[in-house]
């Protein structure tokens, strides 16, 4: 999320080996702000709980987006989550 915008870096084998970009896209526009929520088990806490960075090398049990989106001077919000099943 930059400029406002939600882009898709798109790389394959080679762009990585040739430290080549690859392909971006843009996936949304007018954003006014993007935010990304990992949902995990904390063992030292001993509780669930949402975290706004991804450290662990395991996966979350759940992803949260939310998402505020500018449209003819309105901000409309979103929010989803989605389960990880394979936690």
Do not use: C, H
Not at 23 to 48: C, H, M, P, T, W
Not at 58 to 66: D, M, N
Not at 76 to 82: G, L, P, R, S
Request: charged residues 30%; glycine residues 4%.
């Amino acid at each position: 999320y930059a400029k406002g915008e939600v882009t898709r870096q798109r790389m394959d084998y080679s762009d990585i080996y040739n430290d080549e970009r690859g392909i971006e896209e843009v996936l949304l526009r007018n954003v006014k702000s993007f935010k990304a929520l990992y949902y995990i088990y904390d063992g030292e806490k001993q509780k669930y709980l949402w975290q706004d960075e991804w450290i662990e090398q395991k996966p979350p049990l759940a992803v949260r987006i939310e998402l505020e989106l500018k449209n003819n001077g309105q901000t409309n919000k979103f929010t989803k989550t989605a389960s990880i099943p394979a936690s």
